[in-house]
């Protein structure tokens, strides 16, 4: 089961990447957990400094933009 982390401060952005990643897994069929994550401390734990940022698995795939739908699908496998 993947994990999927969408770090943000809870912004209509960080919402919109939580949301397009869920329609993308979805559309995947993928089994996994998706958290929300507004802890600014547990940016730093990933270096982030731009929100929203996707991470999958531990790795951060994209940071301070929201992607696609099929952009989306591309990170997540």
Do not use: H, W, Y
């Not at 993308?24 to 982030?48: M, P, W, Y």
């Amino acid at each position: 089961m993947k994990k999927i982390l969408i770090l943000g401060p809870g912004c209509k952005r960080c919402q919109l990447l939580a949301e397009t990643a869920r329609i993308a897994a979805d559309q995947l069929q993928l089994s996994c957990e998706i958290e929300k994550v507004t802890d600014i401390n547990r940016f730093a734990e990933f270096g982030i400094m731009f929100t929203p940022a996707l991470v999958v698995d531990g790795v951060v795939k994209i940071a301070g933009k929201v992607p696609g739908i099929e952009e989306v699908k591309k990170l997540l496998v």
